[in-house]
């Protein structure tokens, strides 16, 4: 049997997943992280994106669509305590391609008293969903 970590993946609303995984891939802070079992204590912001979990006995990886928050990794637990975290059968491209198309209004429209750091922020994670379906679409063709 391969080794393997605890995964608790939680957003503000609900416990997205909880169990074993083989490793764990996420958007760090600094870069794309990869997190076997044993991995040593760390602890990181996490930027929107997605997080593929290998599960034991399962070929295709788990995907997770993250946005916001921070991630704790200690040798026998991974801990995702996102802002925003869907499974990636619930991602809704529509929704996402609206949210990017009002976020690249509100930035273009220089008139508009505007939270600029918030319009980026959510053209950032619809960005992010975006690309987290496209890579849920080629895993299943």
């Known amino acids: 049997m391969a080794m ?3 995964v608790d993946i939680v957003s503000a609303e609900e416990q997205i997943f909880s169990g074993l995984a083989e490793f764990v891939v ?3 802070e600094s870069g794309e992280l990869g997190i076997l079992p ?3 204590p760390l602890m990181t912001r996490i930027k929107p994106g997605a997080v593929r979990l290998k599960l034991p006995n ?3 990886e788990e995907l997770v669509f993250v946005a916001g928050g921070l ?3 200690q040798p026998e637990l991974v801990t995702v305590l ?3 975290a869907i499974r990636g059968k619930d991602l809704d491209e529509a929704k996402a391609l609206e949210a990017k198309k009002k976020a690249e209004e509100a930035l273009a429209n220089q008139s508009a008293r505007l939270d600029y ?3 980026q922020a959510e053209l950032m994670e619809a960005i992010a969903q975006l690309a987290a379906i496209q ?3 080629r895993r299943t063709h």
């Open 71 to 73: 991630l704790e990794v």
């Open 26 to 28: 996420l958007p760090g």
């Open 82 to 84: 996102a802002d925003t």
């Open 38 to 40: 044993g991995h040593m």
């Open 58 to 60: 399962q070929a295709e």
């Open 117 to 119: 750091a918030k319009a």
């Open 135 to 137: 890579k849920l679409r």
């Open 4 to 6: 393997t970590v605890h």
